[in-house]
């Protein structure tokens, strides 16, 4: 392995480490969740979360930008109804109280938040730019491809169990039911504007 592919990698580490850190909307999903309905529920809205960014990836890199590019109206499309959704999921965390015993409430499951990386803007931007940026023509077009992917599941995506931990450890601090309120409203706010950012 030649020092230039040893830099790229290192590179991609850091930057998904960075991405897969920092407040997003999945961060703040999996923070509410966890908060509101614990580690185990939880888990089906994580999983989908690996899978769906995963496969988005793929595609991304096997011809998302070219796609693009040739259905130019795409690109707001998928913009604008994510931050659409993203807000519809700000007002659903933001007025989140504690599910009563029977309550319907429930975490996003498998398939919602796996659908849900596919009109996630900020996914979206991260999908499509990593593959220019960090493209690896020394392991050819798929090698980069399975490489970046595999980058992101590996070294990014075990952050957001983080996410999930800090929002079940505010559980117990969390069993005042205005406390709670408050928590999921901040995080509401938060992903409100995060979406609202994505537009300026």
Same mark, same amino acid.
């Given at each position: 392995?030649?020092n230039s592919?040893? =830099? ?14 920092? +407040? ?5 999903? !999996? ?5 509101t ?6 888990? +089906? ?19 998302? =930008? ?8 795409? =690109?707001?499309?998928?913009? $604008? ?6 807000? $519809?999921?700000?007002f ?7 599910p =009563?015993?029977?309550? &319907? #409430? ?8 796996? #659908?849900?990386q ?11 730019? !990593? ?10 077009e ?7 992917? #595999?980058?992101f /599941? ?7 169990l983080l996410?999930? /931990? ?8 969390? &069993?005042?039911?205005r &406390?709670? &309120? ?7 706010l938060?992903?409100? #504007?995060?979406?609202?950012?994505? /537009?300026?």
């Amino acid at each position: 392995m030649d020092n230039s592919l040893t =830099e790229i990698l290192l590179a991609l580490a850091v930057y998904c480490i960075v991405t897969s850190v920092t +407040p997003g909307p999945n961060n703040m999903i !999996v923070a509410a969740s966890g908060a509101t309905f614990g580690f185990r529920r939880t888990i +089906p809205n994580m999983l989908g979360i690996v899978v769906g960014f995963g496969s988005l990836l793929l595609l991304a890199g096997v011809g998302g =930008e070219a796609l693009m590019h040739a259905v130019p109206v795409l =690109e707001p499309v998928l913009k $604008y109804a994510g931050v659409a959704y993203m807000l $519809y999921l700000a007002f659903k965390i933001g007025t989140a109280g504690r599910p =009563e015993a029977g309550s &319907r #409430a429930k975490p996003l499951t498998f398939w919602q938040a796996a #659908a849900f990386q596919f009109i996630n803007p900020k996914g979206l931007a991260m999908a499509l730019s !990593v593959h220019a940026i960090y493209r690896m023509p020394q392991l050819g077009e798929w090698g980069s491809i399975a490489t970046i992917t #595999a980058m992101f /599941l590996v070294v990014g995506m075990p952050w957001t169990l983080l996410w999930v /931990l800090f929002g079940q450890a505010m559980g117990n601090w969390l &069993r005042d039911d205005r &406390r709670l &309120r408050l928590f999921n409203g901040f995080l509401g706010l938060a992903t409100a #504007a995060s979406a609202l950012l994505l /537009l300026l």
